[in-house]
């Protein structure tokens, strides 16, 4: 098997991949799309920072206040470079892409002309979005009027794009959508919706929270307005989330929440704002978090992105093909490791999900059960859930081989 990493040299890089479980079994983590696991190089961060630098950012001319600024700016730095960000200012620190995309969302919504959306506009998205790119979309339609429209699934797992041009129209102010589907693994033609929302003059939001921990990522070659992902999913804390925006939206758009550090003046009357990426970070923002996913991106990028991308494809093209010796084993979205991410989601003949789940953990098989925020690809499939098995940068074919193992199991422990 060809484009795989050292994975014996980085798994011990990883503490928790040692762990045995239940009964002597060796841990065998494939739930990577939820959470990664996290090296002892973030782990270390965060602890230096805890135990020598730890203070309030931007507010203090003290050592450590000093310290902490430098580390949590410097991870901005660091960030902005990972994802060929023109400049550092355009990357904004939330909790996570939920809270990004959320932002999005409500600066839309309290714009002024050009980019307000009102009863008159259209918001675009598609059948395959995680809920936290349909739910801000529909508060927004509810609170606003506007019409929210989406793009459909075909049978294996794509975005149903034949009528692109009815679904983005004249009307509509902005398309949202993932690059990679974190239930099916599909990886989304960015190319064709984005060239049509320009053509309508439609802003581009993108949810970037299983492509960026998984490939080369580059926002400019990208062309959306707006990218959100998320740390913990790219071997980074959990509490830390990106959204990246072009300089002049994040300009001329309004704040989403209000605070100390948001601001320039305060009077009682009325207040200015400060200069992005600080209007949009209100209060005390999750510097440990942002000092871990600096941490998390010097690592990934030591590695390589497209070491990383390419033993994922190596890994997933295995994982199809032992999984399609599986009996009554049904992938749900593509079945070849082309175009698509290193989220395998499947159901096991007439087993409910969660008692496949159960039987493959009490083997030391940890995957992910359930509609995985993503409960419209189970309607439009009509399945109440499925299992979904993820790979990472550490994941091994033997792991493959212990999952299909296991499925066996499943299928003999319910006859």
């Known amino acids: 098997m060809t484009g795989l990493l050292d994975t014996e040299a980085i798994r011990k890089d990883f503490p928790v991949l040692d762990r045995v479980i239940h009964d002597g079994k060796k841990l065998v983590y494939l739930d990577n799309a939820a959470t990664s696991q996290k090296p002892r190089q973030v782990l270390d961060a965060l602890n230096d920072y805890y135990e020598r630098h730890n203070a309030n950012v931007h507010r203090g001319v003290h050592v450590l206040a000093e310290e902490a600024t430098a580390l949590y700016e410097g991870a901005r730095d660091k960030v902005a470079a990972f994802v060929n960000a023109p400049s550092r200012d355009e990357v904004i620190f939330t909790k996570n892409a939920s809270e990004s995309l959320n932002l999005v969302a409500n600066m839309l919504g309290w714009a002024d002309e050009p980019y307000r ?54 009307r509509t102010k902005v398309v949202s959508f993932t690059l990679v589907s974190n239930i099916m693994g599909t990886v989304n033609p960015v190319e064709e919706i984005v060239r049509r929302a320009q053509e309508v003059g439609a802003l581009v939001v993108v949810d970037a929270s299983q492509a960026v921990p998984h490939m080369p990522f580059d926002v400019q070659a990208i062309q ?48 200015t704002y400060a200069p992005a990426p600080h209007k949009f970070e209100a209060g005390t923002p999750p510097i440990a978090q942002a000092v871990g996913l600096g941490a998390a991106v010097d690592y990934l990028s030591a590695i390589g992105m497209d070491r990383i991308a390419a033993h994922e494809h190596a890994i997933t093209e295995y994982a199809v093909n032992r999984l399609a010796e599986v009996p009554d084993l049904r992938i749900i979205g593509p079945t070849t490791a082309e175009d698509r991410g290193a989220a395998i989601s499947f159901v096991l003949g007439d087993i409910h999900p969660h008692d496949v789940g159960q039987v493959l953990d009490e083997q030391g098989i940890a995957v992910r059960v359930g509609h995985h925020c993503a409960r419209p690809v189970c309607l439009r499939y009509g399945i109440p859930a499925t299992t979904r098995a993820s790979f990472y940068l550490y994941s091994t074919p033997a792991e493959v081989d212990a999952l299909v193992e296991g499925l066996e199991h499943v299928r003999n422990f319910f006859g």
């Not at 959306?224 to 994040?250: N, S, Y």
């Open 117 to 170: 959306v009102d009863e008159n506009t259209e918001i675009v998205i598609t059948e395959m979005e995680h809920h936290s790119n349909i739910v801000p979309w529909q508060l927004l339609a509810q609170r606003t009027g506007a019409k929210l429209k989406w793009f459909g699934l075909t049978d294996d797992g794509r975005l149903d794009l034949s009528n692109v041009d009815e679904v983005i129209t004249e």
């Open 224 to 271: 959306a307005d707006f990218v959100a992902f998320t740390g913990h999913k790219m071997c980074g804390p959990t509490g830390i989330g990106v959204l990246w925006g072009r300089q002049e939206l994040l300009e001329d758009l309004p704040p989403f929440l209000g605070g100390g550090e948001m601001i320039e003046t305060v009077s009682m009357s009325s207040s």
